[in-house]
């Protein structure tokens, strides 16, 4: 890697993730494309239209604090992140009564926990920069209540309160924490179910990639603190 400024998008191999790469890589834009496995990001690079020089692939657990540590550190070594976006995700569409507690912990260490450590990982150089972009793609669920959806909800919302306080802890430094809260798209978080029966009422994970390349290419002393994305038709 030569020396750049880039944008780390984690849970980069698949739906909203892979779009953003797409999308940011065809408006100039260098990527560090992390995600738990590394067959997945070598078929999303192959799969790219646009210059594949410009994504730099990065293995990782999100839920594994070191493993983000060690993926910062070597990305650190020639490049500057000015702008993490908190992508990756998971959920299970159970009832509370449902969820195994190994679920539970899944749903919580994935979406909230590994947020955090990829927030801890960024934030000392941002500090040190004073300047950096935090974009956590959340979930209308965060916001309004679902059923069989606890768990998530319980990830997303507790990740949005963090961020709300980290927010405002950070704009002494210059330092914009973004939230977007996605409802309805089509990703392979749904199951093919419900992707057969509700696609066409989704949005596109392209749809919610242009929004983020648009926030980014922003310039000014203006910052979009929470958009709400909906499918037109509203909320499944």
């Known amino acids: 890697m030569s020396n750049n400024n880039l944008v780390w998008v984690t849970g980069a191999s698949s739906g909203i993730g892979r779009a953003i790469v797409e999308e940011l890589v065809v408006n100039s834009f260098s990527i560090a494309a992390t995600s738990r496995k590394l067959s997945s990001l070598q078929t999303m690079i192959k799969q790219l239209r646009e210059d594949k020089n410009k994504v730099f692939l990065f293995p990782a657990d999100v839920k594994q604090s070191s493993e983000l540590h060690d993926v910062y550190s070597e990305i650190a070594k020639k490049n500057i992140v000015t702008c993490l ?15 195994s507690i190994a679920e539970i912990q899944e749903i919580i260490e994935t979406n909230l926990l590994g947020s955090i450590y990829a927030i801890k990982a960024v934030l000392p150089d941002m500090i040190k920069n004073k300047s950096g972009t935090i974009i956590n793609v959340l979930s209308v669920a965060a916001i309004k209540t679902f059923t069989n959806s606890s768990a998530y909800a319980a990830s997303k919302s507790g990740l949005l309160a963090y961020t709300n306080s980290l927010r405002e802890e950070l704009r002494k430094y210059n330092i914009k924490v973004i939230n977007i809260f996605p409802g309805a798209t089509k990703t392979p978080i749904w199951s093919n179910d ?28 203006i910052v979009p603190e929470e958009i709400v994305l909906r499918p037109i038709k509203g909320d499944l």
């Open 85 to 99: 976006i908190n992508n990756a995700g998971v959920t299970s569409f159970k009832s509370a009564e449902e969820n």
């Open 194 to 221: 419900a992707l057969e029966k509700y696609s066409d009422r989704m949005m596109s994970p392209k749809d919610i990639s242009i929004v983020i390349r648009d926030i980014l290419l922003l310039n000014g002393n």
